[in-house]
Structure formats: C-alpha cells, structure tokens
C-alpha cells in the first residue's frame, strides 16, 4: 500500500476468554500453563498490536467470554486489557454473543474510559473522534439472553451519517450449518444496509465475506482452542484509505497453534524409518509454528509392512509419550495430543489380481478400467444406472479426467479394505 491510510482500527471476535483446551490429557505442568493463559495472551496480543499500529479503536464483535457464567479473575483481566488499550489512546467497542449474554452473572466493574459496551435493547450507536473530527460512527448490540432466534440487521438504521459507518454483529450470516442458528441473516441483508464495513462475530474460521463496499469480516477465534481450530488464529487490523476503502489485513496473534497431520507408512521399511519420519514431520511443525507453541495430532494412514508392527505396540507408551519427551519448558514446544491409528495390512495386489475369488474379480474390472482408453466416459455410462446419478449429475459433470481416475483408485481401494477386513487377524 502506497497511499497511507486515513486511520486504522482492528476487528476480533470470539475470544472465549479463559475457555479450556479441550481433548488434553497427560500434560506438563508447563505447558497446562502456556495453554491455559491462552486465551489471555491472544487478547493481550490484538491489544499490543493496536496499540503499536495506532489504530483509532478496537472491536470485540461478541463472545468475550466462553459461558454466562464467567470467571471473576477472567472478567478483571479483559477490564485491565481494555484498560490498556482505552490509555494509550485506543476507544474500545464490546459487544455480548451467544456465549456470554447480557444477562449471564457479572460484578458489577465499572468500564474504563474510553471503553463503550453495546446494550440489548436496540442498536446503539457511538462516534469515535479524533480531536474535532468524527472519523466514524459504529453501530451494534449485544444479546440480551442466549438464544436470539431473529434477524437483527433490520434494527440497523437505512441511513448513517458519515463519514464512515461500522455496523457490529454477532450472528449466522448465510446459515453456517457448522455454528449455531443465531441472529441469522443473509449476506444481501448486509449489503443492503448503508454499512462501509460489518464487523462480525460467531463463526469461529477467519473469513472475508466481501471485499468491496460494504465489506464484511469474520475474524474466527484469535487462539484455537482444540482440534477442530486448527492453523493460524487471529484478527484483522483494518486500514481505511484516504478514499474510505477498508483494507483488511489478516494478523495471527495464537499463542499456541493447532495442527492435524497425516503420515502415509506405505513407503517406510521399518520401525527406525518410522522414527525419522515422525522426528522430521515434529521438526516442519515447529518451524510451522513460527515461534509459538503447537499442540498436534496424528494420524497413521496408508497400507503397509508396519502395520502388523504398529498394532502390537502401546501407542500412548510407544510412540506418543517419547515424541512429548524434551518439549516441556521449550516456548516452541511441539506436543503431540494424540496418535491415531488408521493403517492398513499390506497386500500383494498382482498376487491378489491373479486369483480366481471375488478380489480378482474386483480388481481385474479396477485394471481393466484403468486402462481404457477413455475411462471417464465408461464410470459416467455406469453411474448413469445408479439411481443416485440425478443427485451427482452436476457434481460429476465438473470432474477433470484426472478426478475420475483418483476416484477409480480411491474406490478400488475402499472395495479392498472392506473385502479383507474378514481375512485380517
Ligand atoms: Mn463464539
């Protein structure tokens, strides 16, 4: 960026503040610790971030708190961050979600200056000066009570004044199956709102809805929290050009980093094989992790010599505990959380081709498929039988030659597993 901006400002959301790892077991004292801060430090983060960019404010767009019931050390410790921030000059805009309503449990702390909370009643509105001048107008509301059922954008008003306008909501934009239901609404229900930029919360992934105006933003949570919050966590620092565009620049601020890895054992010989591929991959994670803590977890897949190995060892004790072994006390630590077991027995496929049972028979068709001369045409001429062929036409229409061979392969070797699965130990 060549121009420099009019002002600045960042965008969080869903800090589920002092909220559990889930699905950790058997840690070190250090590293319970580093985990258990969190959520804390990633906040702590996005303040020290604001306040080394002088952005003009600050936006929590709903779910500071993991339950109703929060914390009183949790409740203290985001007032001291805000505290932070409203001093060196950084106004701060809260609003309530789902998970921490208006109405769940709070002492009654007064706010610091400089620090506005958006009631439940209705859309409040705030201006944010600089000096005599407005820079921009931000508008929201809180959820008085857990379940909020209604859209909510048609509570934002049809005209704003300017000079530019920020509309603060924490809901379900376009019906996110994977979140739930609440303040549902849909992204032409924003568009049509007279917003420069929706700040968003609740959906937990970081994700740019619309670039161009009004543009629309969820951060997704600043510090994942288990397994399904995976890769870099954070929030967006927002610079709003001379012209009034928002440009949104995505910033990690997770203490600690989640990662799932697969590791295929198909070409691995033996045991010490095994080992320097599992060092090796523990080593990319921490140099993935760029500094920062990383909790992983790991899948065994593929079908090979080790799998008859690997199903006779104690995988906590034999694999999981020594790959832990070093990593406690190190800031970069790479702790694996838990080690699972996918693989499968080795096959001897041209043995297997050769004889006269049902397997044969099933890969002899596979091979002869493959080499058609145009396989795609004959798997579409067999689907289009199938009944389901009305709910996949389009779906399949869209696959490159190329897809239908991975899926040829992919099903032989399902078919397979499921045959065999009787001739195993
Ligand atoms: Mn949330």
Known sequence: MTESPWFSFVHCADLHLDSPFEGLHALEPDIAQVLRRATFQAFDNIIDLAVKEKAAFLIVAGDVYDSAHRSLSAQLRFRESLRRAAEAGVQCFVAHGNHDPL???????????????????????????????????????????????????????????????????????????????????????????????????????????????????????????????????????????????????FVPTDTVRWFVETLDISALDNLNDLLEELARLKEDIRTRAAGRGAVWRLSLTGRGRLHTLLRKLDLERDLTQPLREGEAGQTAFVWLESTFLRTRPPVDLARRRQMQDFIGDLLRAADHLRHDPDPPRVLQEVLSRRPEHRLLAVRLAQLASGDWLTLLEEAESLALDLLLEEEED
């Not at 409040?124 to 959820?143: M, T, W």
């Open 103 to 249: 109405s769940g449990w709070e002492a009654e702390l007064a706010l610091p200056e400089g620090v506005h909370r958006f009631g439940g009643d209705r859309v409040e509105q705030f201006a944010v000066r600089q000096g005599d001048e407005i820079l921009a107008r931000v508008y929201g509301i809180s959820y008085p009570t857990r379940e909020i059922k209604d859209n909510l954008v048609p509570r934002f008003p049809r005209k704003v004044d300017g000079p530019f306008a920020i509309g603060v909501l924490h809901g379900n934009v376009g019906g996110d199956p994977n979140h739930d239901n609440y303040a549902p609404c849909s992204l032409s229900d924003l568009v049509s709102c007279p917003m420069d930029y929706w700040a968003l919360g609740h959906i937990h992934n970081a994700r740019i809805l619309r670039e161009e105006a009004p543009c629309v933003v969820y951060p997704g949570t600043p510090q994942g929290r288990n397994v399904r919050e995976t890769g870099a966590r954070g929030c967006f620092l927002v610079r709003v050009d001379a012209g009034g565009r928002p440009v949104p620049e």
